[in-house]
Nanobody, 124 residues
Framework: VQLQASGGGLVQAGGSLRLSCAAS????????MGWFRQAPGKGREFVAA????????DYLDSVKGRFTISRDSAKNTLYLQMNSLKPEDTALYYC??????????????????WGQGTLVTVSS
C-alpha cells in the first residue's frame, strides 16, 4: 500500500485546511486508519483515528472539537478537516494505515503503512 498525503500549506491562526490521504496498491476498506503529526524538535504524536467502517473515531484532546477525521472507501481516501487552527498545530502531518484491522488505535507502532507527510504551518 502506498499512501499519498496532501493538502498542507500556510494558513493564519483561526483558518482551516483539509488534508487528504490517497491510497494506491490496495484498498483501504479493510484498514483502520489514522493521522499523526510531528512538530520541529518533537516526537511523532497521535492526532486522530477512524475505524474500518468509519463509525468510531478518536482524537488527541487538544484537537477535539476542531478536527474531524473521515474516510471515503469508494475513493480509497482518508481526510482530516482542520478548523480553528492554532500556531501549535504547526507540524508535518502523516497518514497511516493498519491493514486488516477494525480499529488501529493511538499507538504509532500498530500501523503498517505511512504516507510521506504534508506540512501544515499556522501563523499567528
Amino acid at each position: 500500500v502506498q499512501l499519498q498525503a496532501s493538502g498542507g500549506g500556510l494558513v493564519q491562526a483561526g483558518g482551516s485546511l483539509r488534508l487528504s490521504c490517497a491510497a494506491s496498491g490496495r484498498t483501504l476498506s479493510r484498514a483502520g486508519m489514522g493521522w499523526f503529526r510531528q512538530a520541529p524538535g518533537k516526537g511523532r504524536e497521535f492526532v486522530a483515528a477512524i475505524s474500518r467502517g468509519g463509525t468510531y473515531t478518536d482524537y488527541l484532546d487538544s484537537v477535539k472539537g476542531r478536527f474531524t477525521i473521515s474516510r471515503d472507501s469508494a475513493k480509497n481516501t482518508l481526510y482530516l478537516q482542520m478548523n480553528s487552527l492554532k500556531p501549535e498545530d504547526t507540524a508535518l502531518y502523516y497518514c497511516a494505515a493498519k491493514s486488516d484491522a477494525i480499529w488501529s488505535g493511538t499507538y504509532r507502532d500498530r500501523y503498517d503503512y505511512w504516507g510521506q507527510g504534508t506540512l501544515v504551518t499556522v501563523s499567528s
